[in-house]
């Protein structure tokens, strides 16, 4: 049986996770076996597993092993879709850091500590994040510092300093330094006033410095007669805790973030629409549904109503966070928000380039959502439709997409700044340029409005 290692789990020498036959292993090495059955042994794996904090596995035989040096295959449960931290909300984030340092606390009371606390060890399942590396636990060793400290820094407590206190697009330094943002860099870029707070002092300022004045030393040099005991890891945590929860963004003031509650549809219009989409899904077999400009997830929702597994992206932070802080407090299960520049995608990075997955290999859909969507694209950003059309058509079998002509109010406030360069923005153009990727299975004219809603299915695709 052939197996196929997954590109982002290749760096822990302990083990890797691999697929085989679409089945999803995680391969313990035989040098991890003590640390692996010690935390196994502990009730650790149990508790967390049993407080949603980490994923179930099932232990299944050596001989689904992918190498001769196994000790252990673990076949863990499937997150629904990969997510990176450069493409989640301040919430989802800030969210992400207190489940490590819970996760953290809970292993320090059994005599365990996080050996990494990467926040690509988090994903998010249900609405809720949860922790996804099993072999990221090893025993404490009475006296040890915490030695990944620095990382928690860099990949949580860094970003979130920046996005409160600089501005919330900050995040976005997360897709550029994948290993965390530098402590010097955000040093240099927090505020003077963040001087004011003990915690960015110690954690980010005078850690920075710390980095700084030790660089040139070895490793033993540097950390010779610095011991941590029990208690003092616990303040530690704790105290992260306190800087985490701390920090605040509050999600107004950009464009887009009250976009659903501000357009020219009538009760009417929006009725008709939700009625359409509705029926547009009813009967398509989604299971998985991408909804393109979701704004704050109105149609999201409708979506997830009809069964399917839902992503939910838009390119406006404010109106994300908005999106998820819904979904974290009615406790919604199929809705997962995230953060996409559509014009300017998820790329694949990392080593090699195969690190981290790009949009597209994350895919595809069975169904894409593109409503109120194509006039920014083709309009805002110059994007020919064609291309938009070919692009889409890569994302996903079916797509719901709506046409707004320039006749309606929103193109025209669009067009209000610059010259009408686009002759082919119509709806004979519109529906030319998608023909040549798609077949048009239905198109309905959105009641009281100028709008039209269509239904396709990417051309050489089963008909549902």
Not at 37 to 61: M, T
């Amino acid at each position: 049986m052939s197996w196929r290692a997954v590109e982002g789990s290749f760096r822990d020498p302990s083990g890797f996770v691999f697929t085989r036959d679409g089945i999803l292993y995680r391969q313990v090495n035989v040098g991890f076996r003590r640390q692996f059955e010690s935390f196994i042994a502990s009730g650790l794996y149990d508790e967390l597993v049993r407080d949603g904090l980490l994923v179930r596995h099932q232990q299944v035989g050596l001989e689904y092993a992918a190498t001769e040096d196994a000790t252990a295959v673990l076949r863990p449960e499937r997150v629904g879709f990969i997510s990176y931290p450069y493409e989640w909300s301040f919430g989802q984030l800030q969210d992400a850091a207190s489940l490590t340092l819970e996760i953290q606390r809970r292993a320090l009371g059994k005599g365990f500590t996080l050996r990494d606390s990467s926040a690509y060890n988090v994903q998010f399942r249900a609405g809720r994040p949860v922790f996804i590396d099993t072999l990221s636990f090893e025993p404490l060793e009475e006296g040890k510092p915490w030695s990944a400290y620095k990382q928690f820094c860099e990949h949580f407590l860094v970003p979130l300093s920046l996005m409160s206190r600089v501005d919330i697009r900050c995040g976005g330094l997360l897709r550029l330094y994948l290993d965390g943002i530098p402590l010097d860099l955000a040093s240099r870029l927090l505020p003077r006033r963040s001087w004011g707070s003990l915690n960015t002092v110690l954690h980010i300022h005078l850690h920075a410095w710390a980095q700084g004045r030790y660089s040139d030393k070895a490793v033993g040099t540097a950390a010779k007669g610095k011991t941590m005991s029990r208690d003092a890891l616990v303040r530690l945590v704790d105290n992260l805790g306190a800087a985490v929860r701390k920090l605040a963004w509050r999600p107004t003031g950009t464009e887009w973030a009250d976009y659903t509650s501000d357009t020219n549809y009538s009760d009417a219009a929006s009725r008709s629409k939700r009625a359409l989409v509705e029926a547009y899904l009813d009967g398509s077999g989604a299971d998985t549904v991408w909804d393109l400009g979701a704004n704050t997830g109105e149609y999201s929702r409708v979506a997830s109503r009809s069964g399917a597994e839902v992503v939910s992206f838009d390119v406006d932070p404010a109106a994300v966070e908005q999106n998820y802080r819904r979904v974290r407090g009615e406790g919604e299960a199929r809705v997962l928000p995230l953060l996409l520049d559509l014009t300017n995608p998820s790329p694949a990075q990392g080593w090699a380039g195969h690190e981290r997955l790009s949009l597209e290999e994350r895919g595809p859909a069975d169904a894409i959502l593109a409503l109120a969507l194509v006039h920014h694209l083709a309009i805002g950003h110059n994007l020919p439709l064609d291309r938009v059309a070919h692009y889409l058509s890569r994302l996903g079998r079916l797509l719901i997409i709506e046409f707004v002509p320039k006749t309606d109010s929103q193109v025209r406030r669009l067009l209000l700044s610059r010259p009408d360069i686009f002759p082919g923005y119509t709806k004979e153009g519109f529906e030319a340029a998608f023909g040549r990727y798609y077949t048009i299975r239905t198109m309905s004219p959105i009641e009281d409005s100028e709008r039209w809603l269509y239904c396709m299915t990417v051309r050489g695709s089963a008909e549902t």
